[in-house]
């Protein structure tokens, strides 16, 4: 039985698909380490100061050029790098979509005042529009169409993406981005060029309120922004790519629902 925990142990902690640095001049002392969240079984990552982002892309024989960089959530302190990273970038890879799973900097541990979230909001933004712009940079090496490269964020993560497709510039401006129980930014002034954008939200969710998709939505819909809401009456908060019974298990089929409509399954 000892044996079998240790190999259990040491699956849940194997080395991620290897990374590239967001910022490659960089030189700190990597701080990066996982752990296991204090109320279920899944892994996370923690002291993320290196940040990077980790290509999984699709068969080519099924890649249809679109990719998605992806924001796991975390409370702006860690990552649910698996269930809100790797396994939603392994499920788009059965669509032909390439996934870019990006570890930004969060809140490091010992530190969560005020100051110290607020640092960690605006550094993680940061990563994410430098992402957008590395992986939209190297779409030819990846066999990437430029033009169809967006943003998807979990809880803090759907808080960068959503703050992502607020300000851009043409190198980072995601084509579109995806939202899910994100918290809201606080600024919401989307311009009418901002990309179109999904949301998903549980109403039950006790740690990000429904009424934060709410509030992005009316704000891209102000800036008449196409602009797709599903507000699900169970499912609670970070469920990501796991399943329960609850209603929120469905998430995926209207995403991908979504993502067809806006020809993003389609091949190059």
Same mark, same amino acid.
């Given at each position: 039985?000892?044996?079998?925990?240790l190999i259990a142990a040491a699956s849940l902690f194997a080395a991620d698909p290897p990374g590239l640095p967001i910022w490659p001049g960089d030189t700190a002392a990597?701080?990066?380490?996982?752990?296991?969240?204090?109320?279920?079984?899944?892994?996370?990552?923690?002291?993320?100061?290196?940040?990077?982002?980790?290509?999984?892309?699709?068969?080519?024989?099924?890649?249809?050029?679109?990719?998605?960089?992806?924001?796991? !959530?975390?409370?702006?302190?860690?990552?649910?790098?698996?269930?809100?990273?790797?396994?939603?970038?392994?499920?788009?890879?059965?669509?032909?979509?390439? !996934?870019?799973?990006?570890?930004?900097?969060?809140?490091?541990?010992?530190?969560?005042?005020?100051?110290?979230?607020?640092?960690?909001?605006?550094?993680?933004?940061?990563?994410?529009?430098?992402?957008?712009?590395?992986?939209?940079? *190297?779409? *030819?090496?990846?066999?990437?169409?430029?033009?169809?490269?967006?943003?998807?964020?979990?809880?803090?993560?759907?808080?960068?993406?959503?703050?992502?497709? *607020?300000?851009?510039?043409?190198?980072?401006?995601?084509?579109?981005?995806?939202?899910?129980?994100?918290?809201?930014?606080?600024?919401?002034?989307?311009?009418a060029d901002a990309p179109p954008v999904f949301l998903v939200h549980a109403d039950d969710d006790r740690l990000a309120a429904g009424a934060n998709s709410v509030k992005?939505?009316?704000?891209?819909?102000?800036?008449?922004?196409?602009?797709?809401?599903?507000?699900?009456?169970?499912?609670?908060?970070?469920?990501?790519?796991?399943?329960?019974?609850?209603?929120?298990?469905?998430?995926?089929? *209207?995403?991908?629902?979504?993502?067809?409509?806006?020809?993003?399954?389609?091949?190059?």
């Amino acid at each position: 039985m000892t044996h079998l925990i240790l190999i259990a142990a040491a699956s849940l902690f194997a080395a991620d698909p290897p990374g590239l640095p967001i910022w490659p001049g960089d030189t700190a002392a990597d701080r990066e380490e996982s752990f296991i969240g204090p109320n279920d079984t899944h892994r996370r990552i923690r002291n993320v100061n290196r940040p990077s982002i980790t290509p999984l892309l699709a068969d080519p024989a099924k890649a249809t050029g679109a990719a998605i960089v992806i924001l796991p !959530g975390g409370g702006f302190r860690h990552l649910a790098i698996d269930k809100e990273g790797f396994d939603l970038a392994r499920w788009l890879n059965t669509l032909g979509v390439a !996934g870019f799973v990006v570890k930004y900097r969060v809140t490091p541990v010992g530190r969560d005042s005020p100051a110290d979230r607020d640092e960690a909001k605006q550094s993680g933004v940061a990563d994410t529009r430098e992402a957008i712009r590395l992986v939209r940079a *190297r779409a *030819r090496e990846w066999n990437l169409d430029p033009k169809r490269i967006g943003v998807i964020g979990f809880s803090a993560g759907g808080y960068h993406a959503a703050s992502a497709a *607020r300000k851009f510039t043409a190198e980072n401006r995601p084509d579109f981005a995806a939202c899910i129980y994100p918290a809201a930014p606080e600024q919401l002034d989307y311009p009418a060029d901002a990309p179109p954008v999904f949301l998903v939200h549980a109403d039950d969710d006790r740690l990000a309120a429904g009424a934060n998709s709410v509030k992005i939505y009316l704000a891209l819909k102000e800036a008449k922004v196409p602009t797709e809401m599903h507000i699900f009456a169970k499912g609670g908060h970070g469920f990501g790519m796991t399943k329960s019974g609850a209603p929120t298990d469905g998430w995926t089929d *209207r995403f991908q629902e979504w993502m067809g409509g806006m020809g993003l399954l389609r091949r190059n």
